[in-house]
DNA sequence: CGACGCATTGATTGGATTCAACTAAGGTGG
DNA sequence: CCACCTTAGTTGAATCCAATCAATGCGTCG
């Protein structure tokens, strides 16, 4: 099975053989990472990080208070977070929400990659700019949205990320959140996550028990959401 | 009186002349913009943007119901959108809030400058961190905190970046947005906004009238705010 | 002056939170 | 293997924050 990396960049550019070796290559050091840890050694280095096989990680921010935000829901395939060196420091925390495996990538060979080869370092700013597009789908989906299109539209986004990458049959995928985490990711309490989810299933358009999600209706769910895959340019480019 | 943009990137780098002057050089195609345009040639072509003098600008983004989202608040020396080229099309819609002027720039010179002068580089990539950064702060915004403390936040950060390009004096500034905007930014509603911000004079935190904002206690909005400037990375680094 | 953009106020409705209790499922150790 | 404990999910009732729907004031500009 070729890696989530490599499926996900496939999205944007026509990789050859010999550059899906380069990107294999380039995650060999994959290391066993348990679930909620926190403990990614982000300050510590110039490491990059990378998110590997099924698994679930999260940007997040913990207020005063107790409450959380989720800012950022990275799935295999995502940087971790590319940029700590450069901000001396971490505006957020990450923490892994399952047990995954992290591949850990020294800076200096990404650089190396994607100098050697343009249209990689494409491939990798194109990733960078749909994280960003992603940031500003959440900002709408928390600003405009009730909690019922919110939900809906977080886990459209969920499923169409992990059609990508190739974990998704028959509209079925495992779902790498709690409604804990749903909550936190929507701005929400978990009373009224647990609530609206049931709403959800009861209008025919999920289904959803121990952390397997099917997506009984796609278009319906998309039109409650307000789903426009366009805008986080997960589509296949013509060309 | 230095350029918007050279103030702001010397909150993270030192600049000597030479430097000074290549970035006054970069942004030498200043072109006047209407408030309200939103015919910033977008995805005509290769240009990149620059928001530049006293002014304000928006990323945004409007829904089905005629609600609208705004995304991102530009200040001058701000990039209005540095990556339109890569991703073929655009998922949000940019405009002016205000009569302000906007410098072309030519992505080659800009790269030829990054490629030529790595302090630049690194400071126009801190740009981006920046704006990120304030992505996330947006989203902690919308999704943990109310009304109160939402806007008041919004004024702490348009407080703190009109500060670092030189537009405040004895905490007074000349806010760009308008109550329907602050709504639009805090996803709210213009009459809620309209009641929370009498709430903020009432609780002598601010001053506000005719486009006029006056900070009152900067300490005491920043706490109701919950604001923490070092999370935006606009607070100068030692070293 | 009239029109329009912006700000303000009131009354009402509704969506989401809060607080509290309770069930179901999983894991662990005696 | 069952008792125990933890975690995740579910339910109910009361409360509250913010939206909604109007209507009005006010200043500016053509």
Redesign the interface.
Known sequence: MTSALVRKLETFVDLNEAQRTKLDLLCSDVRPVEAKATSFPMGSGPNIFMSWSKAGAA?Y?D??GG???I??LLLPGDFLDA?VT????M??SVSAITRCKVAYIKPDSLNALASEDNLLA?AF??ST?VD??T??????N???RDAYARIANLLCEIHARMTLIGLVREDRLDLPLTQDQIADA??LTAVHTNRTLQRLRADGLIGLGRRMLTVLDVPGLQRVA?FEP????LVR?PG
């Open positions: 940007h921010k207020l005063p409450s959380r935000q800012t950022a940029d450069i901000l001396g420091r505006d957020h494409r700013w194109w700019l960003e597009a940031l500003r789908s959440w900002l709408v928390l600003g405009r929507t701005g307000g366009t805008f986080l340019h480019r």
